[in-house]
């Protein structure tokens, strides 16, 4: 399977998705982006352990982390792998004693996962085409809100520096690409054809 290794650019709550969040995902040599809409819980889970913040009581992925550490195990990587009937499909590459085996999850629980074992994140080159976008400008990140914290990170190496929020605009295009792949699914062409332009219009007004 060809997989792209990719980063969390950023996390926004998504008004059109009920109260669930958009979680960005950007390729991290080039610059394709990957829209997921995940829930409140997973978009927490992400958040606090990105942010360093420790609960009281450990979450249901801290415990699982516990569980991978105490058996001797290492997370290798996580891959959102595949994309079924509007649904994203990920696995867990967990190694136990020489042993490699793939567990089926959710992208979000993957992804949680992987922010606190420090396993890279992938995504197959399939789900890239299908379901990523670039956007029109690179500079587009502009002045974008920090939901994870302050920005002091920016004098901490750069592979340690934090991801951003993502801008009301940027969340907006984000969120209509995520809902024009639906429409296509779906065969709905003329919601289509109305979201192409939408999106045409904000990423014309960002050049």
Do not use: C, W
Request: glycine share 6%; aromatic share 6%.
């Amino acid at each position: 399977m060809n997989k792209v290794l990719v980063e969390i650019l950023g996390l926004s709550s998504s008004p059109s998705a009920g109260g669930a969040y958009a979680l960005l995902l950007k390729e991290t040599y080039g610059s394709r982006r990957l829209p997921i809409i995940i829930g409140a819980f997973e978009a927490q889970a992400i958040t606090l352990e990105i942010e360093g913040i420790k609960p009281p009581r450990p979450l249901t992925h801290d415990l699982l982390k516990s569980f991978i550490d105490n058996l001797g195990a290492t997370v290798n990587e996580v891959i959102i792998s595949e994309l079924k009937e509007n649904t994203f499909f990920a696995k867990i590459s967990i190694e136990v004693s020489t042993l490699v085996n793939d567990i089926d999850a959710r992208p979000s629980d993957a992804i949680a996962l992987a922010v606190r074992t420090g396993a890279p994140i992938y995504v197959s080159e399939e789900v890239m085409k299908y379901a990523s976008f670039i956007p029109s400008s690179e500079d587009s990140e502009g002045n974008l809100e920090d939901v994870f914290g302050s920005s002091e990170t920016k004098d901490e190496p750069e592979e340690n520096e934090k991801p951003k929020g993502i801008s009301a605009d940027e969340s907006k295009v984000a969120s209509l690409h995520e809902q024009l792949r639906q429409a296509i699914e779906k065969e709905d062409y003329e919601r289509a054809a109305k979201l192409r332009d939408e999106i045409s219009k904000r990423e014309g007004n960002n050049n």
